[in-house]
């Protein structure tokens, strides 16, 4: 038996990957969309999907984001 149940485990280390990830093209934050489960770069306007809990930070991975005004 895991001493911490999975989930919680896994949001312990969601919050510390967030604070140090980067957009791997131009080394800006990126804001995480939970609803889409998402990594988004707004200058380069590129979202890096989350699966399984693991962030998947190829630019040939990411899909582009329309610009927000």
Known sequence: MLPW???LWRNVVDARLLDILV???CKGPLE???KAQELTCRPDRL???IRDGIPIM???QARKV???L
């Open 5 to 7: 149940p999975l989930t």
């Open 23 to 25: 957009c791997p093209l």
């Open 32 to 34: 995480f969309d939970k």
């Open 47 to 49: 979202a890096y999907p």
């Open 58 to 60: 190829w630019a040939d």
């Open 66 to 68: 329309e610009p927000t």
